[in-house]
């Protein structure tokens, strides 16, 4: 039997792995494009088994190091061989983008709509597509949050400082 952690570490894989690939794609061919469908289904499972487990899907791209969090954690590629998170990492950096959060399971539609969100928000400024991005989350109701890098920024700070007042008044 497989056990919850390995479940869900292989769908985090998967999760970014479609991710990047239904955001390339949606960038450059119509959301209508056949070859979105698989990679929009799979990405739809993963991301019920992430989030079923887990209570939702937050990723963070670090730009400085390369890597990718899903839920606080690090998701390294499993072979050696496999293609790493990099260009996920990179694509996510260019709309300016801190945190990718989906609050609950979501329906192939709702990627599409989410898709179509991220396509029509480019720009050449980052904290613009950013900005972009996230109004047209909202106006497309999807269950789909966006945390520019700058807004992750300050939310650590934030944290780090609660940890720390916290940290004075027990000792």
Do not use: W
């Not at 939310?155 to 940890?163: D, G, P, Q």
Request: glycine share 6%.
């Amino acid at each position: 039997m497989i056990s919850r952690d390995t479940l869900v570490g292989s769908a985090a894989g998967t999760l970014l792995t479609r991710l990047y690939q239904a955001l390339s794609v949606a960038r450059i061919h119509e959301l209508t494009n056949a070859a979105l469908d698989e990679p929009l289904e799979i990405l739809r499972a993963s991301l019920a088994v992430v989030i079923g487990a887990q209570g939702s899907a937050s990723i963070k791209p670090d730009t400085g190091s390369q890597l990718v969090f899903l839920n606080e954690r690090v998701v390294r590629a499993k072979k050696q061989g496999s293609a790493p998170f990099e260009p996920l990492v990179k694509l996510l950096g260019q709309y300016g983008v801190g945190e990718l959060r989906f609050e609950r399971s979501v329906k192939t539609e709702q990627l599409r709509d989410f898709l179509r969100t991220f396509k029509e928000s480019a720009n050449v400024d980052a904290r613009e597509a950013c900005r972009a991005l996230q109004q047209k989350l909202v106006a497309a109701q999807l269950s789909i949050s966006v945390f520019s890098s700058d807004e992750v920024q300050a939310m650590a700070v934030v944290r780090s400082t609660k940890a720390r007042r916290s940290a004075r008044q027990r000792a």
